[in-house]
């Protein structure tokens, strides 16, 4: 047997390339994975775009670029953060490998092994990995409607071992679907300010928003530029444009920066050109709005069905968000259930989800159960839920 470094030997087999393998079956509806609809990306725009570049451009395409990113992305890009009110000039950003690559970035940046992270429960599987690969101590702290418990995040903090880090999902949570409200942030300010913990404010669903009157609630903490917390804001390409550009980004302060380039460089030199040339095209042309504009839509009429399926063959006994946003509704079933016998039960008769479980720091409360309506139409949602709520009522009774 070969001999593993201690911080991969940590490292458990992927549940989400298991659960991508059933995704993938082609008889099987699947609410599991959180990816865009392939019919929705914008193709035959890229195409026109990548048709009316000059040679230049396209030569620069197949190029290396330097390690933060194209300057020419990085300037566009500025353009968009900032109509978010995100203070792009007193910080430094930085493209990445997706936003993935930035959470690890700045796990690797942050954490020496059994250093304690805090997380939210349920937290995104991603960040979890990332923060595992340094070997961290996770510990969850429980959300509910309205965002991270603030009692319990309370508790963490005046603990003597005092946590190095946290991480939250305050805008479409993966996978609880919940929206932060403006007071659960400004709670959470206050709690942070002089206990210099940093605070990764991962805003990967943002843009994915069902209505206007939650702008206000969905401006980033990084956009209130609190005083006394190190705020690191990681954005992502993947789902207004495609997750297969792989292309991220962290908006840091420059004393984080400075290192963050520096593992970004050794991890792989720069993020890919190509796509980096193209999301900067699809930018400047000012589509980006217009599509995100057109799959909100599309991703609110998937989320309404879903929404009624639910309402009509769900049994009363089960808690679930109505999303306002992103890509994901979060069941609560009774404690003593268990999400991967559902799921077994669910695949039997045609349909899968993501059991609970996989997103517990802890690997271990199960009694819940994330479904993505992003990928399925209307009519596939119709079809799929009843076969989920078959599979919970024969389990729970
Ligand atoms: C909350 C959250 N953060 C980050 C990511 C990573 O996305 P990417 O690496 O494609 O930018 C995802 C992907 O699903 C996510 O759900």
């Given at each position: 047997m070969p001999r593993f470094s201690k911080a991969?030997?940590?490292l458990r087999s992927s549940e989400i390339r298991d659960l991508m393998t059933l995704a993938s079956r082609p008889d099987i509806i699947s609410f599991a994975g959180g990816m865009p609809g392939n019919e929705l990306f914008p193709v035959h725009e890229i195409e026109e775009l990548y048709r009316s570049l000059d040679i230049k451009q396209k030569q620069a395409a197949f190029q290396y670029g330097p390690t933060p990113g194209l300057p020419s992305l990085l300037e566009s890009l500025a353009g968009f953060l900032e109509k978010k009110g995100l203070p792009v000039k007193e910080n430094r950003?930085?493209?990445?490998?997706g936003s993935q690559q930035a959470l690890n970035v700045l796990a690797k940046a942050f954490i020496d092994p059994a250093e304690p992270v805090l997380?939210?429960?349920?937290?995104?599987?991603?960040?979890?990995?990332?923060?595992?690969?340094?070997?961290?101590e996770l510990r969850?702290?429980?959300?509910?409607?309205d965002g991270i418990s603030i009692d319990a995040l309370c508790r963490e903090i005046?603990?003597?071992?005092?946590?190095?880090?946290?991480?939250?999902?305050p805008y479409f949570h993966n996978p609880a679907g919940l929206l932060y409200t403006i007071e659960r942030k400004q709670q959470l300010i206050a709690l942070l300010q002089g206990t210099n913990i940093p605070l990764i404010e991962d805003d990967a669903y943002a843009d994915l928003y069902f209505f206007e009157e939650d702008l206000e609630r969905l401006r980033p903490i990084k956009a209130m530029n609190p005083?006394?917390?190190n705020v690191c804001y990681t954005g992502s390409f993947?789902?207004?444009?495609?997750?297969?550009?792989?292309?991220?980004?962290?908006?840091?302060?420059?004393?984080?920066?400075?290192?963050?380039?520096?593992?970004?460089?050794s991890a792989d030199a720069c993020s890919p050109s190509f796509t980096q040339v193209l999301a900067d095209a699809f930018i400047r042309s000012g589509q980006i709005y217009s599509y995100v504009a057109s799959v909100r839509q599309e991703y609110k009429k998937r989320a309404t069905a879903m929404v009624s399926a639910l309402r009509e063959h769900l049994p009363d006994y089960v808690q679930w968000n109505e999303p306002r946003g992103g890509f994901y509704i979060w069941l609560t079933l009774p404690d003593e259930a268990d999400a991967t016998q559902i799921m077994t039960l669910a695949i039997e008769g045609g349909a899968v989800f993501v059991a609970g479980k996989t997103f517990d720091p802890a690997g271990k409360?199960?009694?819940?159960?994330?479904?993505?309506?992003?990928?399925?139409?209307?009519e596939q949602i119709g079809e799929g839920i009843p076969i989920v709520a078959g599979a919970i009522r024969n389990i729970c009774g």
């Amino acid at each position: 047997m070969p001999r593993f470094s201690k911080a991969v030997a940590s490292l458990r087999s992927s549940e989400i390339r298991d659960l991508m393998t059933l995704a993938s079956r082609p008889d099987i509806i699947s609410f599991a994975g959180g990816m865009p609809g392939n019919e929705l990306f914008p193709v035959h725009e890229i195409e026109e775009l990548y048709r009316s570049l000059d040679i230049k451009q396209k030569q620069a395409a197949f190029q290396y670029g330097p390690t933060p990113g194209l300057p020419s992305l990085l300037e566009s890009l500025a353009g968009f953060l900032e109509k978010k009110g995100l203070p792009v000039k007193e910080n430094r950003l930085l493209i990445t490998t997706g936003s993935q690559q930035a959470l690890n970035v700045l796990a690797k940046a942050f954490i020496d092994p059994a250093e304690p992270v805090l997380v939210e429960n349920p937290c995104f599987i991603g960040a979890l990995s990332a923060f595992r690969s340094y070997e961290a101590e996770l510990r969850g702290v429980p959300v509910d409607r309205d965002g991270i418990s603030i009692d319990a995040l309370c508790r963490e903090i005046e603990r003597k071992d005092r946590a190095k880090l946290l991480y939250i999902t305050p805008y479409f949570h993966n996978p609880a679907g919940l929206l932060y409200t403006i007071e659960r942030k400004q709670q959470l300010i206050a709690l942070l300010q002089g206990t210099n913990i940093p605070l990764i404010e991962d805003d990967a669903y943002a843009d994915l928003y069902f209505f206007e009157e939650d702008l206000e609630r969905l401006r980033p903490i990084k956009a209130m530029n609190p005083d006394g917390i190190n705020v690191c804001y990681t954005g992502s390409f993947s789902k207004i444009l495609g997750p297969g550009l792989r292309l991220g980004w962290m908006l840091v302060p420059e004393k984080i920066y400075g290192k963050c380039e520096l593992i970004k460089q050794s991890a792989d030199a720069c993020s890919p050109s190509f796509t980096q040339v193209l999301a900067d095209a699809f930018i400047r042309s000012g589509q980006i709005y217009s599509y995100v504009a057109s799959v909100r839509q599309e991703y609110k009429k998937r989320a309404t069905a879903m929404v009624s399926a639910l309402r009509e063959h769900l049994p009363d006994y089960v808690q679930w968000n109505e999303p306002r946003g992103g890509f994901y509704i979060w069941l609560t079933l009774p404690d003593e259930a268990d999400a991967t016998q559902i799921m077994t039960l669910a695949i039997e008769g045609g349909a899968v989800f993501v059991a609970g479980k996989t997103f517990d720091p802890a690997g271990k409360q199960n009694n819940s159960l994330r479904l993505s309506y992003c990928n399925n139409t209307p009519e596939q949602i119709g079809e799929g839920i009843p076969i989920v709520a078959g599979a919970i009522r024969n389990i729970c009774g």
